[in-house]
């Protein structure tokens, strides 16, 4: 297999991975992170199903798991107690679950993971990519060169994307969040992801996320949604913003006594960005540089763990490297654009000011979610195993029976052709015995 030089920008998930992958695959990768210091972003998320397997190839999951919280069901519920959503990933296939993990614990795994020439130049704000050298050049007009192929992987918030390929659509949500993480304790729900709404305007949200390798307490991780325009304000006045909390969740306001509002409140904002192409020259997009979307579907950390994977397999090929990037952009096109239909559609039941949608969601949503098709949707959807609005993402034979061992996986890493050509499916068919 030839060597490539690789440029990678950008060291969240998708730059982890994709070093790791490249590095594993023999190609000298270098990565160039603005952060002076290296740590995650974010609270916590939900590793589905297709993350999870991307993991089990690279031997990661086990480790991953022995820090996350199995979950097997999303419940989310109106502050008057009116049934919204209850997804169960049992449903679907009895092997399968989420697992909630604190972002610190995917950035620690994958980065002790990558060890074979790692090169990092942590402080380094790339500026510039000239995708037709192979070059990127840094704020102090440093210019690196020589590179074969750049992969920008720098986040929703890219300031390289349109470098790289003009976006057809790149516009902020108005709404965002404030998240931080709290101890588990005695919590009732250790299982679940817990939500609960007023309207669209108001959405309490509560995820088991286990624990780190830098502290073994168990947590949750906590986010408020709130329009953009009111997050610099947002807990300025602390007894006003509890009080808030309380009319909507009082038990989630119990975890909190121990967060100092707002200083120990972190802020989050989400992008919609669509790119028809993906790549230019030597230059590729990847993670939410390509393809950002609200997280109503919590899908953004998964996608970026099979970019990368995808990227990786193409390369694999003796086809020239434009040729394997454009196969990698269709391929994960044609998988993510569900994703970013549903996403641009369920967001304004849940985060905007039109509560008459609201009204329909808390009447319509949750008896639809019980019938048979709709059900296997929006499983498929959850668990990222939806390709287009009938395809399915197949997982592999080996992978479903290392979940069914002992209910947890074993480490394993797939022989490449395995991993190519697995084409075994998670069923259609769910326990209950209903097609999806």
Avoid: K
């Amino acid at each position: 297999m030839r060597r490539l030089r690789v440029a990678v920008v950008g060291y969240g998930t998708g730059g982890q991975a994709v070093a790791l992958m490249l590095s594993r695959d023999g190609h000298e990768v270098e990565v160039f992170e603005q952060a002076a210091t290296l740590g995650p972003v974010g609270a916590g998320f939900l590793l589905q199903p297709v993350g999870q397997l991307v993991l089990w190839e690279l031997g990661l999951l086990d480790t991953l798991r022995r820090h996350g919280a199995t979950v097997s069901r999303l419940y989310g519920e109106t502050a008057a107690g009116r049934a919204v959503m209850d997804m169960r990933y049992h449903e679907l296939d009895p092997r399968l679950s989420g697992l909630g993990v604190q972002r610190g614990a995917l950035f620690s795994v994958l980065d002790s993971a990558w060890c074979e020439g790692r090169q990092l130049h942590c402080g380094t704000r790339i500026v510039a990519v000239d995708h037709e050298a192979g070059a990127v050049t840094d704020a102090a007009g440093r210019r690196y060169q020589g590179f074969d192929l750049v992969v920008v992987a720098d986040g929703a918030a890219s300031s390289l994307r349109t470098q790289v390929a003009a976006a057809r659509l790149d516009r902020p949500y108005p709404w965002g969040a404030q998240w931080c993480l709290v101890p588990a304790g005695d919590w009732p729900w250790a299982d679940e992801l817990q939500q609960r709404y007023v309207g669209a305007r108001r959405m309490i949200g509560m995820l088991p996320v286990g624990t780190r390798p830098d502290d073994p307490t168990p947590r949750l991780s906590f986010f408020w949604s709130l329009p953009v325009a009111e997050l610099a304000e947002a807990g300025v006045d602390a007894p006003a913003w509890h009080a808030a909390i309380a009319a909507v969740w009082p038990d989630a306001l119990s975890r909190l006594h121990g967060t100092p509002v707002p200083d120990g409140l972190a802020q989050a904002r989400y992008r919609d960005t669509v790119h028809a192409r993906w790549h230019r020259g030597r230059a590729v997009l990847l993670g939410d540089a390509a393809h950002a979307m609200s997280p109503q579907l919590g899908q953004g950390v998964n996608m970026a763990l099979l970019d990368a994977r995808a990227l990786r397999d193409e390369l694999r090929s003796d086809s020239p490297v434009e040729v394997a990037l454009d196969r990698y952009a269709r391929s994960r096109r044609d998988h993510i654009g569900i994703y970013h239909f549903w996403s641009r559609w369920l967001t304004p039941l849940f985060q905007s000011e039109r509560d008459g949608l609201a009204r329909v969601r808390d009447r319509v949503f949750h008896p639809a979610s019980r019938l048979p098709v709709g059900r296997g949707q929006m499983l498929r959807v959850l668990t990222g195993t939806r390709r287009g609005w009938f395809g399915t993402f197949a997982l592999p034979t080996a992978f479903l029976e290392s979940l069914d061992a002992c209910g947890r996986p074993a480490p394993a890493h797939l022989p490449e052709s395995e991993s190519a050509t697995a084409s075994a499916m998670v069923g259609d068919t769910g326990s209950s015995g209903v097609a999806s």
